[in-house]
């Protein structure tokens, strides 16, 4: 199994980035898929989700900035994401989940700075 992230890179406040996330090695379409971040010195944190059925959900601090798709055609997800800021700076780690059964990738670093 494969989960392997790319788009990240350093950025000015207010643009916009977007970040893919390539899976391999699973049945793509039956797994839900989540975008996660960390920061440092900060736990972990659920970014933006879709399910299988395609439900999205967001954390609070994303809302109306970001957005998560996918392509079970491809077997890839995305997180768009605009209007950035500076404490949206983190690694950003693709996640897929399907019951207690969990993948991640290796995490794509977004470095929001002017």
């Known amino acids: 199994v494969q989960l392997v992230e790319s788009g990240g890179g350093l950025v000015q406040p207010g643009g916009s980035l977007r970040l893919s996330c390539a899976a391999s090695g699973i049945t793509f379409s039956i797994y839900d898929m989540n975008w996660y971040r960390q920061a440092a010195g900060n736990q972990r944190e659920l970014v933006a989700g879709i399910t299988r059925y395609k439900s999205t959900n967001y954390a609070g601090s994303v809302k109306g900035r970001f957005t998560i798709s996918r392509d079970n055609a491809k077997n890839m997800v995305y997180l768009q994401m605009n209007s950035l800021k500076p404490e949206d700076t983190a690694v950003y780690y693709c996640?897929?989940?399907?019951?207690?059964?969990?993948?991640w990738g290796q995490g794509t670093q977004v470095t929001v700075s002017s």
């Open positions: 996640n897929s989940a399907l019951g207690a059964m969990g993948y």
